[in-house]
């Protein structure tokens, strides 16, 4: 337990900044949306909402597995919802799930270019 | 082992193939809705070859569909080799479900032999995946065999460029896949380019291939292969077109031009959006993941098939989910081989999603602007059927990547060989049979209805229908022949009692000619006639059913007793009555009956080519006056009068009533909550954008109608300025703009009158304008009572609108409607007329005395008509050779209903009033003036007065509080009506009404009939030319005929009785519509002569299908000696 604190202390000097950016990030678009008229005519929820989750996959890069882990709980969100008949909740975790086939898209381009230019050198 | 254990697999995935085999029983087909077989293969396929059909209404071009010969072709094998009608559909869709297995089976073996994938499962998983699917499956309600062929063909195509792109492209490589890719798409073409559309999956596919591969190329510095890859498609394109040229060719030369025409009667863009939004309502990225998304899911999933099951089962639900689950897995997985393949899928994926997606959210909004941005993509409006397979595939390809890699990883966790050899067989046979059971409607056959009804497209064929057409295209000629009874005219279906419906012809599938009914596929001006003729026949018009016959080249007359008159909602005549109304025509007598259909024959008839001397000219709206003249007459259109004036017998004009549909119309407008109000600093941009984007150059009438929409839009700002409290500068500006709109209208409405070509629809826009405005004022007046400044601003609006609305009707009221008509005579010729109107067209008058009907030309005085059997005639009147506005005065319209009375209705108290001749081709309208003081559950029903018809019932709530002048229209176009039924009920229901209640809170009620008057004007003119030579014709095939005239002594007329269309060309003569749908030439010859009559596009077709032959030797003749490239 002790090690667990000690590492996560650990980790959260090292990554403050970004902690804090991502936070400042959500903050900034929490008071944009509620304070200046219409803006959330451009940035809707389900924008905003896209936003913040890639400045955080910006910030904290994940690998693949990790973000197929995270649409499978999307996935399993989803499901619960269409089960329950919420149809428009349900959706919106399949938006999610775009989202990081998107990213899990890029991330292996990447791969496979960094491959490719190795394998040329 | 592992080649047995292969062969196995292979063995029981092919199997599937026979599926259909379990959907047909003994003399059951497929028929029926969007699904065309040819049951009579070789006259089907003879037709097919011409560019112009004779097996659908007035004939029409085909060129669009020839590319369809291929399908049918092999739609028709079976029925070579003697197999009933049931076997050769069981063969033919055996072999298509054999097709859509084998090509993505052929795409992994493809690429697992060029190393770009390693999956070991991969290859008996996607073959049933791709063809188990509800896409798929919504296809095969009606063996959309256009669809299944593009579907088939585009793993094909990936099979070959995939693998080309493995190594360094050189001439040889694309050139040999070009050849390759260029003759799959030319046999699976998707039925020719009326399908066009279809093809937007594969161009989604083509456009991914080369985004990914030119970034891959740049990614990894080959930027030298870009090009011979844009060569590939650049030879790709060359080869296929020349390989379709048989098809091409025609299509861009003749039908391509009418593009704006296709989407113009579409509804325009805005019409298409909305057809869009409504096939895409459902297709969320979420239930595309799940595999899900199909629109007749959810329209009506109580009585859709089997969509309920897998909408609202937990296990099922729980099922779909699996699909996106294993799609991750196989993204998730390391792997050692080639990553590019997986990539390039998962790419096409998230791309096709979006299209097939369509405006659905979250980036419908793209695929909204695409539409409205490129040219021509609106024919991809039904995105989910255009763009889906793409998406399915490449899902399917992931979803069979991540099942075969969790299989391996199940069976690599073991080291027993026996436990070992036998998962390899038993897994992926459990998979296999878990996405079949999955989709079980594929097993059960329960596929074939839409509703709850028994309509179905699995129907069996009764046998006297094909015996019908044995002798129609035996006996029939040149003959067309009228089916009764009509369709009916919302719907336009062919339904029978033996459970078929489609808006195409059961004959059609038989290839039987010149068979003719209301339907879907004729043009307005021949629907009218025929409908006339309809109407002729109904009513035992003996002379006009003669005469409207011969025009139209009908001798026959099929009387279907088998035909689902009754069918809800899409009722028509009964065919007893038909019958009966036939067997009392002495000039028609019977000819033959087979089993439910009875066949009459006409005495005389005008053959397809004959002559005429002279023509009758026709201005305005359609007339039916010319039939009444001649037993054939030649009608022709006012433009031609000048050129010809001298063949012109008689000159009719039939003006159109300019008012008389505006109060047919339930016009409303409501005052929408403003998203940015007046005090924002936006609301400048809002401005800003009225004034950049708003109508220039409009006329008064557009101006007029523009500045009250702005009104409208200042009402509700004033609601919610008033209502937030805002600055009082600001209610005043918004104030000080409305009155401003109103003083802008005032000016306006003298020029709108002058100028405008129907004055009457703009003022009375106008009026309903500033009622609906004013009503909506005072309902938000008493909430605003304690803010006395606003209060006081309202006040003066209300006043501006009094003022506004005196000035209007002081123009033309909207009472004025009903007993003055307007008729505008545009650019008649000059001279005196016998004006007539038709006493049927008046409507249900108070007073129906001829003296007491008038008209007045212009300002002239009025005068009185006099009776005339069933017309009123108003003797001679002077047409100037200018526009005039003609005005029929009529007596007010009488109150058709009876005085209401209290009764119990399905135990509501109800006070009831009826109308017991109901005619339900009539439009009527009701009027009330009510308040509601005692009942929010106040409400009027409309229906037909029987109980146990709730269906067709309209449930009308009575607002409370307020005085309001109720205008409702009732006709079968607007509310649920039967057609078939004489009486209208109106009945006012609430708990407690007694009728005094009623009589305190209902005034004014009154039903009357909104008639549209026929006015006839004609003038006989008795020119004709002296003589008609002789006339007889040889049909060469149905897109030639040679016309041989002897003895002509001058001018004459020749008429082609087959739909007018440009391509029609002779050799002597000049081309014009003759009737309003049919070919006529001019003809200024004497002597002997022949004449030459063509359909060119057939020309082209001709000289395409040369083209096509002579590329297709010289492909094949590359490809062998090409065929070692790339090995």
Request: include cysteine; proline fraction near 4%; aromatic fraction near 14%.
């Amino acid at each position: 337990m002790e090690n667990r604190t000690k590492r996560f202390k650990q980790w959260y000097h090292q990554n403050l900044a970004r902690i804090v950016s991502l936070l400042l990030l959500a903050v900034i678009f929490g008071l944009l949306f509620v304070y200046v008229p219409y803006v959330n005519l451009i940035l809707t929820p389900s924008i905003t909402f896209a936003i913040l989750l890639v400045c955080y996959l910006t910030l904290f890069p994940a690998t693949t597995r990790r973000i197929v882990i995270g649409a499978c709980v999307a996935l399993f969100f989803g499901f619960v919802f269409s089960a329950l008949k919420l149809d428009s909740f349900a959706q919106d975790f399949g938006d999610i799930v775009f989202l990081l086939l998107v990213v899990i898209l890029i991330q292996h381009v990447n791969g496979v270019v960094k491959e490719k230019r190795m394998h040329k050198k | 082992m592992k080649k047995i254990s292969s062969y196995l697999l292979i063995a029981f995935v092919f199997l599937f193939s026979f599926v259909p085999f379990l959907w047909l029983g003994k003399g059951q087909i497929l028929l029926g809705y969007d699904m065309v077989y040819p049951l009579n293969t070789a006259g089907f396929l003879r037709d097919r070859i011409y560019s112009w059909t004779t097996t659908q209404g007035f004939d029409m071009d085909q060129t669009s569909i020839q590319g369809s010969l291929i399908i049918h072709f092999i739609d028709t094998i079976p029925q070579f080799f003697k197999a009933s009608p049931t076997l050769s559909q069981q063969f033919v869709f055996s072999f298509w479900f054999f097709l859509l297995l084998l090509s993505p089976f052929i795409l992994v073996k493809r690429l697992e032999k060029a190393g770009l994938i390693r999956s070991r499962y991969l290859a008996y998983f996607l073959p049933v995946l791709y063809a188990f699917n509800f896409y798929v499956l919504q296809a095969w309600w009606v063996a959309e065999r256009t669809k299944f062929s593009i579907v088939v063909a585009t793993p094909l195509m990936l099979a070959v460029i995939l693998p080309m792109m493995k190594k360094r492209l050189t001439f040889g490589r694309i050139l040999k896949s070009g050849i390759i890719c260029s003759l799959i798409l030319t046999i699976f073409n998707g039925g020719g380019w009326v399908g066009l559309p279809l093809f937007g999956g594969l161009i989604v596919i083509f456009v991914c291939f080369y985004i990914f591969y030119i970034f891959m190329f740049f990614a990894s510095r080959q930027r030298r292969q870009i090009w011979p890859l844009t060569l590939f498609f650049l030879i790709f394109g060359i080869f296929y077109t020349l390989l379709n040229a048989y098809t091409l060719l025609p299509f861009f030369l003749s039908v391509i031009r009418d593009y704006g025409a296709i989407v113009t009667s579409a509804g325009g863009i805005g019409g298409l959006i909305d057809w869009t939004k409504y096939i895409s309502a459902n297709a969320s990225i979420l239930n595309l993941l799940r595999l899900e998304g199909i629109p007749d899911w959810y329209n009506d999933q109580i009585f859709h098939p089997y969509s309920g099951y897998y909408l609202n089962n937990p296990l099922l639900i729980f099922g779909s989910f699996l699909f996106p689950f294993f799609a991750l897995i196989a993204l998730r997985v390391k792997r050692k081989e080639n990553k590019t393949t997986i990539l390039f899928f998962l790419f096409l994926l998230l791309v096709s999603i979006v299209f097939t997606a369509g405006t659905h959210k979250p980036l419908g909004f793209l695929f909204e602007l695409l539409m409205r941005v490129i040219p021509g993509f609106a024919a991809f409006r039904s995105a989910i059927f255009k763009f889906g397979y793409a998406y399915w595939l490449a899902a399917s390809f992931l979803i069979a990547v991540g099942l075969s890699d969790s299989i391996e990883w199940i069976i690599g966790k073991k080291k027993s060989r026996l436990f070992v050899s036998s998962a390899q067989i038993i897994f992926p046979i459990v998979v296999i049979c878990g996405i079949v059971a999955y989709h079980f409607p594929y097993l059960s056959g329960n596929i074939f209805h839409i509703e709850q009804t028994s309509i179905t497209t699995r129907v069996t064929l009764p046998p006297y229908i094909s015996d019908f057409a044995n002798w129609w295209n035996k006996n029939g000629g040149d003959q067309r022949v009228l089916l009764l009874p009509k369709l009916n005219d919302n719907w336009l279906f062919e339904q029978y009692n033996w459970n078929y419906m489609s808006l195409f012809p059961v004959l059609g599938n038989l290839a039987s000619k010149n068979t003719i009914e209301n339907a879907t596929i004729l043009t307005s001006e021949e629907k009218n006639i025929v409908t006339m003729l309809y109407a002729a026949i109904n009513q035992q018009n003996f002379k006009r059913t003669a005469a409207l016959s011969q025009t139209l080249g009908i001798k026959y007359f099929l009387v279907r007793n088998d035909f689902y008159y009754n069918y809800p909602d899409q009722e028509t005549d009964n065919p007893r009555q038909v019958l009966q109304a036939l067997s009392q025509n002495p000039d028609i007598k019977k000819v033959q009956s087979f089993g439910k259909w009875d066949l009459y024959a006409l005495s005389d008839t005008y053959p397809i080519v004959y002559a005429k001397s002279s023509a009758i000219a026709v201005f305005g709206a359609n007339t039916s006056e010319q039939y009444t003249m001649d037993n054939n007459p030649l009608t022709l259109d006012n433009d031609l009068l000048s050129s010809q004036s001298k063949t012109i017998s008689s000159i009719i004009i039939s003006p159109l009533c300019i008012n008389c549909t505006l109060d047919k119309e339930n016009q409303q407008f409501t005052v929408l909550k403003p998203v940015i109000l007046l005090d924002s600093k936006l609301y400048e941009l809002i401005q800003l954008r009225d004034r950049l984007f708003g109508i220039k150059n409009a006329s008064a009438d557009e101006n007029v109608i523009a500045i009250m929409g702005e009104t409208l839009k200042l009402t509700g700002q004033l609601n919610e300025l008033i209502s937030r409290d805002v600055d009082e500068q600001y209610v005043s500006k918004a104030r000080d703009m409305y009155l401003s709109d109103l003083n802008s209208v005032s000016g306006l409405l003298p020029k709108v009158l002058a100028t405008s070509q129907n004055p009457y629809a703009a003022i009375f826009s106008v009026e309903l304008y500033l009622d609906s405005e004013k009503s909506y004022i005072n309902s938000i007046l008493p909430s605003k009572l304690d803010k006395k400044i606003e209060f006081a601003d309202l006040e003066k609006i209300i006043q501006g609108i009094n003022q506004l609305s005196l000035e209007a009707k002081s123009l033309y009221g909207v009472d004025d409607s009903s007993i003055q008509k307007k008729y505008r005579i545009a650019s008649a010729i000059a001279g005196d007329y016998t004006l007539k109107v038709n006493k049927n067209s008046l409507g249900t008058l108070v007073d129906t005395t001829a003296s007491n009907v008038a008209i007045t030309l212009d300002s002239a005085p009025s005068i009185s008509g006099k009776d005339n059997g069933d017309y009123i005639n108003f003797g001679t009147v002077h047409v100037p050779d200018k526009q005039i506005i003609l005005t029929l005065l009529l007596p007010p319209a009488k109150n058709l209903l009876d005085s209401p009375t209290l009764q119990n209705l399905n135990g509501q108290t109800c006070m009831v009033s009826t109308l017991g001749n109901f005619d339900s081709s009539k439009v009527y309208s009701l009027r009330f003036r009510s308040k509601n003081n005692f009942d929010s559950s106040f409400f009027v029903a409309i229906d037909n007065g029987n109980v146990d018809t709730t269906s067709y019932r309209t449930l009308i709530p009575i607002s409370m509080d307020q005085v309001i002048d109720n205008r409702i229209i009732i006709s079968t176009q607007k509310i649920s009506l039967q057609r078939n039924a004489t009486n209208l009920q109106i009945a006012f229901c609430a708990d407690g009404l007694t009728p005094d209640i009623f009589l305190q809170n209902i005034s004014d009620l009154s039903l009357v009939e909104l008639s549209s008057p026929v006015i006839t004007l004609t003038r006989k003119t008795n020119n004709t030319f002296a003589k008609l030579p002789d006339i007889s014709y040889r049909e060469i095939d149905q897109t030639h005929y040679r016309v041989f005239v002897k003895n002509a002594q001058g001018p004459f007329y020749v008429v082609l009785n087959r739909r007018y269309a440009t391509g029609w060309r002779a050799s002597l003569g000049e081309h014009t519509i003759g009737n309003r749908f049919n070919n006529v030439w001019f003809e200024d010859i004497s002597g002997d002569s022949t004449i030459d009559i063509s359909y060119r596009p057939q020309r082209y077709f001709l000289t395409g299908l040369g083209i096509s032959a002579v590329s297709l030797v010289a492909l094949l003749f590359l490809l062998w000696k090409v065929r070692r490239y790339g090995k």
